[in-house]
């Protein structure tokens, strides 16, 4: 089951018990903004975040602070589908991403690997 567009959804860490990325809070909320392709055939799902996070992740292999408002969360298995909760690969954008996958727009940071996400009611 896909996200519904204007779901609400939150994520969290990874393995790490206080990620960095999160800023000090044990997760992030958001509302489901869209679908885009994503690196596998299953679509990405673009989050407009409640409040904007602040960040240093990686982008073309160079760290990097960002401030942004949107997530993009890529599934990380070519044949795993999106759920009401799972794990996911997270990356944070300034602006909102294009309708495209990842190789071919403007990317954001890449934030985390293993990051959990539940689809709220």
């Known amino acids: 089951m896909e996200p519904e567009v204007g779901a609400h959804i939150s994520i969290g860490g990874g393995y790490d018990v206080d990620p960095e990325w999160l800023g000090g809070h044990s ?3 958001g509302t489901v903004l869209k679908l885009i392709p994503g690196q596998n055939a299953t679509p990405a799902c673009v989050i407009r975040l409640d409040e904007a996070l602040t960040a240093t992740g ?5 760290r990097t602070i960002v401030t942004g ?4 969360l890529e599934l ?4 795993q589908q999106w759920e009401s909760t799972g794990t996911v690969h997270v990356e944070l954008c300034e602006s909102e991403p294009e ?6 727009r403007p ?7 293993h990051a959990t996400y539940t689809v709220r009611p």
Do not use: K
């Open 58 to 62: 990686d982008i073309n292999g160079s």
């Open 107 to 113: 990317s954001g940071v890449w934030v985390e690997s």
């Open 76 to 79: 990380r298995y070519r044949a």
């Open 27 to 29: 997760e992030v909320t």
């Open 69 to 72: 408002s949107y997530l993009v």
């Open 99 to 104: 309708d495209a996958a990842w190789p071919n």
